[in-house]
């Protein structure tokens, strides 16, 4: 199917509907319109009548992305995340939908864990001496406009799809509604459903230079990449600096002890997407065993407050409830966060991500454990026998290829009373009033904020 084929297909006003109900109904973000999802649905039908033909017509304009700040830490600039409107999610949605099927023959994206799977495969097979890890300075920000829409134009030459492309890109990204702020002229806007395939192909040339490159080995995920080889490895990293300013204009940071781009023997120790390794051991970097202990203590410290709220009301019966309550959310969401969960047919959850991890690094999890249980003490929590799971287990089932089993819960085959089990959990209202369809919809919103957080967990990994 040629572009100009899959842009018709999928800007339909049918597959419009589609894309709303499969993606964009589960999402809570407002744009800078300030349309909530309950004000956007009842104009839906004439939304996505807008979208196709302004789309067809190569007229569509979008609003202006509403700004959101993600910390880094300390003394590091926040992550600037661009929200756009319901209206233009749908867009940029079927955008990414056209764009992935029309690049799909010269894309190799895959998921961190097998990138890493990969390299550990390399570096037992002993053929390499030395790592280059080569970061690039403000990735995302830095993606040159004209360079990225050649790319792009080599597969597409239809004006009205470059038209989207360019208007997304160039649309600005605000705190406030500003009618003075120019457009941009550089970089792509994180956060966007295109985001991620427009790296993709702004780097695709890059991945192929890289494997026509002759005794290495090369892994990229995103921004961050990791060369093996047993040539010189400082003159090899000025090489790919060097292309990646003159090819892209992609500026690499500078080589230096520690910093984000190095070099060394493959003996030495390094880390790569949030892994750390040690001549062929593979284990958890300490940061990312860090950030999740935060993220449990955080729990535990919801549940605290929960179960002071409940110990205020007088009554006794709503006392006890409100203990119940209180009790059954907090192991939900703490055993969620131990084994993470199947959802939208991905494998979500810090165990997922580092379940690379070798045999001897067993330990980490021991110790996360050992953590639940110091937590637990903490808290003046006595866990029932079997009541909370496990990391160990947990990264034991996760070796499975198979998934169908219940201790790594599975959200794609939730039975529906189970589904409205949770929603009256949460303090849904009139659930039991509720067609099957609207509590799978909700259900779907509250486990989609749940995964969220998740991957909270292990932003930054790929970092590293």
Same mark, same amino acid.
């Given at each position: ?22 993606? +964009? ?125 050649? +790319? ?113 023997? +493959? ?198």
């Amino acid at each position: 199917m040629s572009a100009a084929e899959c842009f018709q297909e999928v800007f339909a006003v049918d597959k419009l509907r589609e894309i709303y109900e499969q993606y +964009i109904s589960l999402t809570s973000a407002i744009g800078i319109d300030r349309l909530s999802r309950s004000l956007f649905e009842p104009t839906l039908e004439r939304e996505i009548e807008f979208i196709s033909k302004k789309a067809a017509a190569g007229t569509y304009r979008f609003s202006q992305y509403k700004e959101k700040l993600i910390s880094k830490g300390a003394g590091k600039c926040p992550r600037v995340i661009s929200i756009p409107t319901y209206r233009d999610r749908i867009t940029l949605r079927a955008l990414c939908n056209v764009l992935k099927k029309t690049f799909s023959d010269s894309l190799n994206v895959k998921l961190p864990q097998h990138t890493v799977a990969e390299l550990r495969a390399a570096l037992a097979s002993g053929q390499y001496a030395h790592f280059i890890k080569v970061d690039v300075t403000n990735f995302y920000p830095s993606i040159d406009h004209a360079i990225l829409e050649a +790319i792009v134009g080599q597969k597409i030459g239809e004006t009205e799809i470059l038209h989207l492309i360019q208007t997304a890109i160039e649309c600005p990204t605000v705190a406030y509604p500003d009618r003075d702020r120019k457009k941009e002229i550089k970089g792509v806007p994180q956060g966007l459903s295109i985001s991620n395939i427009l790296a993709e192909i702004y780097l695709s040339s890059f991945d192929q230079w890289m494997a026509d490159t002759h005794d290495v080995a090369y892994f990229r995920y995103v921004d961050d990449t990791l060369i093996l080889t047993n040539g010189d490895p400082e003159a090899l990293f000025e090489q790919v600096s060097a292309h990646l300013k003159g090819a892209y204009r992609l500026e690499a940071h500078a080589l230096s002890a520690g910093g984000k781009s190095v070099v060394g023997k +493959i003996s030495d120790e390094f880390n790569f997407l949030g892994y750390e390794f040690s001549d062929t051991r593979a284990s958890v970097k300490l940061d990312s065993v860090r950030r999740l202990e935060s993220s449990l203590a955080k729990i535990f410290t919801t549940y605290k407050y929960r179960r002071a709220a409940a110990f205020a009301n007088p009554n006794p019966f709503s006392r006890e409830a409100m203990l119940e309550r209180a009790r059954k959310i907090f192991t939900w969401r703490l055993n969620l966060r131990i084994t993470g969960c199947l959802f939208d047919d991905v494998r979500r959850g810090w165990v997922f991500f580092f379940s690379q991890i070798d045999d001897t690094s067993i330990t980490q999890l021991q110790k996360l454990d050992k953590t639940i249980e110091v937590l637990c003490n903490r808290f003046a929590f006595q866990p029932a026998k079997g009541e909370l799971k496990s990391f160990v287990r947990t990264f034991h089932e996760a070796k499975r290829s198979n998934l169908a089993h219940r201790y790594i819960p599975n959200f794609d085959t939730t039975a529906i009373d189970t589904q409205r089990g949770l929603l009256k959990l949460y303090g849904v209202e009139n659930v039991d009033a509720m067609t099957d369809e609207q509590v799978n919809r909700a259900f779907k919103r509250r486990i989609r904020r749940e995964t969220s957080e998740l991957e909270q967990d292990i932003e930054g990994s790929s970092r590293g």
